[in-house]
């Protein structure tokens, strides 16, 4: 079965970097097969098995050999292609004029949100608005909050739901799916 590992927080503003070779060989030594990269921040494309007592056990294997390769304790958000075609086909931002200047994000959650907050919900000194949450995963606007600089989201979204995540530009997760059904 083909997942997608979202790390949180690597290649970013010049901290936890780290190569996607190094990255990929971490994958391969923990037992995930047909492992690849997608860009620099820190998305793994990957087999595992297909019971979950099997996947458990390579996530399992997987963190270890990240924290070792990263030397500290990394987040991943796991998600299988399928869960990420069917997010795709729910079309979560059809609702919204795609002819302003915006970006469309994708937070994933770690955990089951310790929080839910009533939406929408804006943070508008950062230019974020969080316009549809399902299951783990965030889906966000960000306008422009100042000379061509967006809103992160990530803080604004950890804050909210009370458990890490990572966010990915929608065109990104949108391009992974498409990597995914190629291999």
């Known amino acids: 079965m083909t997942h997608i590992a979202f790390l949180r927080a690597i290649n970013v503003g010049g901290r936890a970097l ?4 190094d990255l ?5 030594a ?9 860009i620099q921040s820190g998305n793994v494309i990957f087999d595992a098995p297909d019971s979950t007592t099997g996947q458990a056990k390579l996530f399992k294997s997987i963190q270890a050999k990240l924290n070792t390769l990263m ?3 990394i987040d991943v958000m796991y998600r299988t292609h399928n869960d ?7 079309d979560p931002f059809k609702n919204v004029d795609t002819t302003q200047d915006l970006k469309l994000y994708v937070a994933f959650l770690k955990d089951k949100p310790k929080k839910r907050p009533k939406l929408p919900l804006t943070a508008e000194k950062d230019g974020l608005k969080i316009i549809k949450v399902s299951g ?3 889906f966000l606007v960000s306008v422009p909050v100042g000379k061509g600089r967006y809103g992160v989201p990530n803080l604004f979204v950890e804050k909210e739901f009370d458990t890490p995540a990572t966010s990915r530009n929608w065109n990104t997760v949108q391009k992974i799916v498409k990597k995914t059904a190629e291999t």
Do not use: C, H, P
Request: proline fraction near 0%.
């Open 136 to 138: 783990s995963d965030v």
């Open 24 to 28: 990929k060989k971490a994958f391969v």
């Open 30 to 38: 923990a037992g995930a097969t047909n492992v690849q990269t997608y």
């Open 84 to 90: 990420l075609q069917r997010m795709i086909r729910s």
């Open 71 to 73: 030397g500290k304790e």
């Open 18 to 21: 780290v190569k996607m070779a």
